[in-house]
């Protein structure tokens, strides 16, 4: 079993909607969590991280995470085209050093 | 630019061949992450630096996967005897020292024939 899953998708929603992407995570030592968006070939980028649990909102994104069910959420709302593409989770053990990744859920968002 | 940036960015080869890809961080990032990623995965971890220590290595990374950053900036990886499965992006970032916020480069694609 992965340690960070990510439900598979893909997902198709129409211009407008609010979208949401989740993951699931088995270790408890994680302590830091990211939402990466990733264009087709290329390489991901940072969108936004939470410390524990709690939610953080930047603009249209919004990410959560419950600790005491090991859930991880990002969700996008009054979605653009432009936000097609595939987004990962992760989470980090800042003792450990390494991210684990989640497979990523592919977003198309139709305008 | 002060992004990371990844050389070369598309590299094919025959199979047994060596090949090496180099990454250059952001300066003032003084950790460095070597991934790869395959089509419908994400990035799966397989080294990396604090410095020009190397802290970290994947059981992904055989004996035929060396990683290098000499003087705590660039980093190498090279491959040798390539396999077909070795074919992947492979990933390079860069962060402070906690490690949350990591940037990645344009990545590396390998094509192994």
């Known amino acids: 079993q992965k340690e960070v899953e990510q439900d598979p998708g893909p997902l198709s929603v129409p211009e407008g909607a609010i979208v949401s992407l989740n993951c699931t995570y088995s270790n408890s030592a994680f302590q830091y969590f990211m939402w990466y968006r990733q264009y087709s070939r290329k390489g991901p980028e940072l969108l936004m991280y939470t410390y524990s649990s709690g939610n953080k909102e930047d603009g249209r994104f919004t990410a959560q995470v419950d600790k005491s069910s090991k859930y991880i959420s990002l969700f996008i709302r009054d979605s653009q085209p432009s936000d097609s593409a595939t987004y990962l989770c992760?989470?980090?053990?800042?003792?450990?050093?390494?991210?684990?990744f989640g497979d990523g859920t592919t977003l198309t968002v139709k305008p | 630019d002060t992004g990371v940036s990844q050389d070369p960015r598309h590299k094919i080869t025959k199979r047994g061949q060596n090949v090496t890809f180099r990454c250059d961080p952001i300066?003032?990032?003084?950790?460095l992450y070597w991934y790869r990623q395959t089509l419908g995965q994400g990035p799966e971890f397989l080294t990396y630096?604090?410095?020009?220590?190397?802290?970290?290595k994947s059981r992904l990374l055989s004996d035929r996967f060396s990683a290098e950053r000499p003087k705590g900036s660039f980093s190498t990886l090279e491959i040798q005897r390539t396999e077909q499965g070795d074919s992947a992006m492979y990933l390079c970032?860069?962060?402070?020292?906690?490690?949350?916020?990591?940037?990645f480069g344009p990545g590396t694609r390998l094509l192994v024939l």
């Open positions: 300066s003032e990032h003084n950790r």
């Open positions: 970032a860069s962060s402070l020292s906690t490690g949350e916020t990591q940037y």
């Open positions: 630096f604090q410095n020009e220590a190397q802290l970290e």
């Open positions: 992760a989470a980090l053990n800042t003792n450990a050093g390494k991210s684990t």
